[in-house]
T-cell receptor
Framework: EPEVTQTPSHQVTQMGQEVILRCVPISNHLYFYWYRQILGQKVEFLVSFYNNEISEKSEIFDDQFSVERPDGSNFTLKIRSTKLEDSAMYFC????????????FGSGTQLSVL | GENVEQHPSTLSVQEGDSAVIKCTYSDSASNYFPWYKQELGKGPQLIIDIRSNVGEKKDQRIAVTLNKTAKHFSLHITETQPEDSAVYFCSREGGSYIPTFGRGTSLIVHP
């Protein structure tokens, strides 16, 4: 069964450093998403991406965040200058965009900012 | 922004009992209501969903009901098994708001 894959599974970084989280969505999907989940809390929407541009973003997704689809398979989330409060599990998701909104999530990247 | 209230936060049942988790929303334009199961160390996995033109949907031991008038929807799990133990999230989409999740319900099924 096709699945969304994320790398790395764990990322440890120093405050102020840049990190790039990588995702490979399901190959024929058209919509891509990033969510985050702070330990013990709910899943929060960050951004959605369609047709090579951001379609929606939340208040969390400020100027420190950016997304990119550099080629036909990868979808990345960059945090330019990490803060302690960026520590969370980051989930990538994709959906087919053919009138079916079902989201397929990856296993996540646990980001720890020290 | 749109808020989704989910209750209870923790639910403990004996194997074989039923479990019910409830969510409420406020945006009347919401039209898609998925439920996700999240096991430890994994991403949320869709287990069942319902659209606004349907009042109930069932898939083996799980069912979802939707009351559009009251703006609430519920997940029902019958004959619970230990492997049902996980965190369950409701979500809603559609309308003018971004997809939003409830705070999650930690379901514990005791053998």
């Amino acid at each position: 069964e096709p699945e969304v894959t994320q790398t790395p599974s764990h990322q440890v970084t120093q405050m102020g450093q840049e990190v790039i989280l990588r995702c490979v969505p399901i190959s024929n999907h058209l919509y891509f998403y990033w969510y985050r989940q702070i330990l013990g809390q709910k899943v929060e929407f960050l951004v959605s991406f369609y047709n090579n541009e951001i379609s929606e973003k939340s208040e969390i997704f400020d100027d420190q965040f950016s997304v990119e689809r550099p080629d036909g398979s990868n979808f990345t989330l960059k945090i330019r200058s990490t803060k302690l409060e960026d520590s969370a599990m980051y989930f990538c998701a994709s959906s087919s965009g053919t009138g079916d909104e079902k989201l397929f999530f990856g296993s996540g990247t646990q980001l720890s900012v020290l | 922004g749109e808020n989704v209230e989910q209750h209870p936060s923790t639910l403990s049942v004996q194997e074989g009992d039923s479990a019910v988790i409830k969510c409420t929303y406020s945006d009347s334009a919401s039209n898609y209501f998925p439920w996700y199961k999240q096991e430890l160390g994994k991403g949320p996995q869709l287990i069942i969903d319902i659209r606004s033109n349907v009042g109930e949907k069932k898939d083996q031991r799980i069912a979802v009901t939707l009351n559009k008038t009251a703006k609430h929807f519920s997940l029902h799990i019958t004959e619970t098994q230990p492997e049902d133990s996980a965190v369950y999230f409701c979500s809603r989409e559609g309308g003018s708001y971004i997809p939003t999740f409830g705070r999650g319900t930690s379901l514990i099924v005791h053998p």
